[in-house]
């Protein structure tokens, strides 16, 4: 990395700022924190409509690089977007910011990330009106990270409802705001603002903070403070509130049939606590709320919704982003040109990772340019975009350091705060005849068996590998055979075979449905007469089709930092103790309607 210096870093935005007909007491004025919003106004005032238009985009880009990516992330450039680099799509559209994604190849590593960083940042300043980009990415923790290690991993929201502390919360939304920020990320879209009393919600589930409104409320606040405190904008979403679906945004459109009153109790308190705690942005979701529209239109196109309730009821002022416009709840109504339009007319002000940007930048484009979006309306949203870049410091400090880097990111004390964070949020929900904690004297020999999910960040993984791996650090001997989330057959007999002997199994789940070949796989094993150790590596509703199970653990993730956590608890390693409570109700198998773990629920030794 080249290192900057202040003096860099000064004229490269007095440069823009003159370029774009600015004077250099205007350029530093900007770069005050936070610069007045007269100041800011002069800035936009010398913006060209282009300029306007692409300040409201945030996009996607292939590659480590900002101009050297490999290859295969040029031409996965060409293909999705028209340019080759980040600096040929900020150069060519004017961009407000960029999201980083590990499947496009941004985050190798801290250092390259930085790098990556830096150079949009360049690109960004020598455009006419030097305005430095607001780099984010979704880093939610648990199952939704797009940083992995050698950054400190922590648990998922879900983790800390059953943890309940919301120091915990504060503390790893300080930590881990803290080393976006050293790499050049200062928005950051978590946390999940979601109230999840769907238990068969296919795309909040675990990265909610559970389903009591009021828990979920004061951890979300707690975690915004967390963010605020390391200088990163952190990001509420998905509003009205995405934890009652049952059908995933991505790929349709999700009702909700909450009234104005249950949507009252339900979604709106942790939004509000968001709020009154000075939340930075918050995301839109691609739901229909009747009750709230009755036009249906998802709730990302709904003025009702974001300007009548957000902007209104609510009193939010911040900047509001969408969630990505290439899912498909938001595509199936309007076209892809219409999309971003109508988003703005609803009261948006960041519209994020269009499908394709050149049809959206453009439809926006055209609408301003037919009237029917007026430039005074893109001034609004490009101010509090302006504003937050302003608070952020990025204007004053756009560049980051490798120094920074080193000191901040995975540092021993951040390691070991989430290590501690973990243990508290492990839950012990099933102990039969007092199993747990295993004894190294008594059930030294362990299988371990169960599903391996794709690692959701950079890890130790596979999951089995790392629960085998803890348990050996512990003393035990531990054997691994991954049999998968759907094992066949034969690999249920061959676990089977390889228990015989051994003094106890653990098995990682993941989702089980009633009559599931991973509920097969548990029952197979029981019969065996070996002890049964059950560990739920996502949804903790597991417990509830694994009645074979002579212990379970919930660890609502299956990321290295949690699994670990899990197994130092349930082998009573040290002072672990199984400390967490259900964040959320865990219904019988056979009768939904009733209750079978109540929220609060969990077992001690």
Known sequence: ???????????????????????????????????????????????????????????????????????ADIDANLQEIGVRTAAELIDTYKLGGIIYFAWAHNVRDPHQIADLSNGIQRVGLQQPSGIPLLISTDQEHGI????????????????????RSREDARRAGQIAGAELRAIGIRQDYAPDADVNVNPANPVIGVRSFGADPEAVAGLVAAQVKGYQSAHIASTAKHFPGHGDTATDS????????????????????????????????????????PALDPSEDPATLSRPILTGILREQLGYDGVVVTDSLGMQGVRDKYGDDRVPVLALKAGVDQLLNPPTLSVAWNGVLDAVRSGELTEA????????????????????????????????VGTPAHLAA?????????TLLVNKEGLLPLSRRTHKNVLVLGANPASPSLSDGPPTTVIGAALTELGFTATVLATGTAPTQATIAQAVAAAKGKDAVVIGTYNVAAGSAQQSLVNAV????????????????????LAAADAHVAAYSWIDVE???????????????????LPVPVQKADDPAQVLYPIGYGLTY
């Open 418 to 426: 989430a290590d501690r964070i973990a243990e508290r949020t492990t």
């Open 250 to 289: 991505h790929t349709g459109i999700p009702y909700i049939s909450h009234t104005r009153e249950q949507w009252e109790q339900l979604d709106a308190p942790p939004f509000k606590a968001a709020i009154a705690a000075g939340i930075d942005s918050i995301m839109t979701a691609h739901i229909v709320v």
């Open 526 to 545: 029981a019969g065996t007469g070996v002890p049964v150790v059950t560990l739920s590596m996502r949804n903790p509703y597991d417990v509830a089709q």
């Open 377 to 408: 309306r893109l001034d609004e949203s490009i101010l509090r975009v302006l504003r937050l870049k302003s608070k952020l410091g990025l204007f004053k400090e756009p560049y980051i350091s490798d120094g920074g880097v080193d000191r901040t």
């Open 144 to 163: 939704v990270a797009r940083v992995g290690k050698p950054a400190t991993l922590f648990p998922g929201a879900m983790a800390f409802g059953a943890g």
């Open 563 to 581: 699994l670990r956590a899990a197994v130092r608890v349930l082998a009573g390693a040290g002072k672990a103790e199984p400390r967490g409570k």
């Open 1 to 71: 990395m080249v290192p900057l210096s202040r003096r860099t870093v000064l004229a490269a935005a007095t440069i823009g700022a003159t370029a774009a007909g600015l004077s250099a007491t205007t350029a530093r004025a900007a770069g005050a924190a936070p610069a007045s919003d007269k100041a800011l106004k002069k800035i936009i005032s010398g913006m060209s409509l282009e300029e306007k238009v692409g300040q409201l985009f945030v996009m996607r880009v292939y590659g480590h690089s900002a101009t050297a990516p490999d290859q």
